[in-house]
């Protein structure tokens, strides 16, 4: 291949990033900075002409609260893109942001993308096509349970087992790996995303509420849990009285949470169990020295590793800092080399 003197120019100058591009917030990861930004996967569009008004924590800001003319949108569902054009702007946006901290802002990155194990081909080429779109000069894709494992320090290139359980916003991802392959995974639509889904109806069925998702959210992370806690706690829900139709607040308790998200936490639970069930028994043996890693927002749900760990009989532990553990890994790939560590990533078959 002859030597071009663009591309060398361009491969030194440009940055190197792993994107953890997820459901409810997208992590970019800059190689030798770390994560620099760490935003909500929310587009503010406007709906005449579908252009992004605002993208990110400035979106996420607006949600329930956009006038007649503007739409506040997720443009990934479930771990996938559901609305190309506006994930292709999102993706302008985090790229851009990023090179406004470069040295020399050559818009042209080498990028590896978290993409959940469950994906299909279409699913695939669309996060494919989306990042190109957005200005990439080259993008790979790689498994997130894969990049979660890497960011987490498990050493699954080694020829004893290693499990992670990634739970994100939409979906929730477990894989049993060794030797640097994946042995058995599970890819589950059913995560965080689903947990406020299910506070949102329990408070209406049971208080005759309506509240908003991001008061859901915000009673999942202060007070919801998946184990007993030493000491309950309550909080204010605030929302809108389906029989009155006036404003009111309740107090729930992290009991009622609990009640609410155990339908979501145990079809989880259950989703691990099978998959340990199909583990090979040595690598069983290797998981009850090291442990099942949980990484993901989703790991940060009082007292779900002590759920996990009564449920498998074997310890749970909860990562560093779990909701970086995807990008941290992707970012780790051009850190280490694609020669090292080419084999985890995926490839596109086609067009």
Request: with cysteine; net charge negative; charged share 25%.
């Amino acid at each position: 291949m002859a030597f071009n003197p663009l591309n060398w120019l361009l491969g030194f100058f440009s940055l190197d990033i792993g994107i953890d591009l997820g459901t409810a917030n997208t992590l970019v990861n800059v190689r030798g900075k770390g994560i620099v930004i760490n935003e909500p996967s929310w587009v503010v569009i406007n709906k005449r002409t579908r252009q992004p008004l605002a993208v990110g924590a400035q979106a996420k800001e607006m949600v329930g609260r956009t006038p007649v003319d503007m739409l506040a949108v997720r443009p990934l569902r479930d771990g996938v893109i559901s609305e190309f054009e506006i994930t292709e702007a999102m993706l302008q946006y985090f790229i851009g942001k990023t090179h406004e901290q470069s040295i020399v802002p050559i818009p042209r990155p080498r990028v590896v993308i978290g993409i959940p194990s469950g994906c299909t081909e279409v699913e695939k080429r669309a996060v494919f096509d989306a990042s190109m779109s957005a200005g990439a000069r080259e993008t790979y894709l790689i498994h997130e349970p894969k990049a979660a494992a890497l960011g987490a320090g498990l050493p699954i290139a080694e020829i004893k087992g290693s499990m992670i359980v990634d739970i994100g916003g939409g979906t929730s991802e477990v894989a049993v790996m060794s030797m640097g392959g994946v042995v058995v995974d599970r890819s589950l639509r059913v995560a965080g995303d689903e947990m406020d889904e299910d506070i949102v109806q329990y408070i209406r069925n049971k208080y005759n509420l309506l509240i908003g998702e991001r008061m859901a959210e915000k009673i999942k992370v202060q007070i919801g849990s998946a184990y007993p806690l030493p000491q309950e706690l309550t909080m204010p829900a605030r929302g809108r009285n389906l029989v009155t139709g006036l404003p009111e607040a309740i107090e729930v308790s992290s009991v009622e949470i609990r009640e609410a998200i155990s339908s979501s936490v145990q079809t989880i639970i259950d989703t691990i169990k099978d998959a340990l069930d199909e583990t090979p028994p040595e690598i069983i043996a290797d998981l009850m020295e090291s442990g099942v890693c949980l990484a993901g927002g989703g790991a940060m749900l009082k007292g779900l590793a002590e759920r996990l760990t009564d449920e498998l009989r074997i310890r749970v532990w909860v990562a560093e800092d779990p909701m970086t553990c995807v990008a941290r890994g992707a970012g780790l790939v051009l850190e280490e080399g694609l020669d090292s560590l080419g084999h985890l990533l995926e490839s596109l078959e086609g067009p």
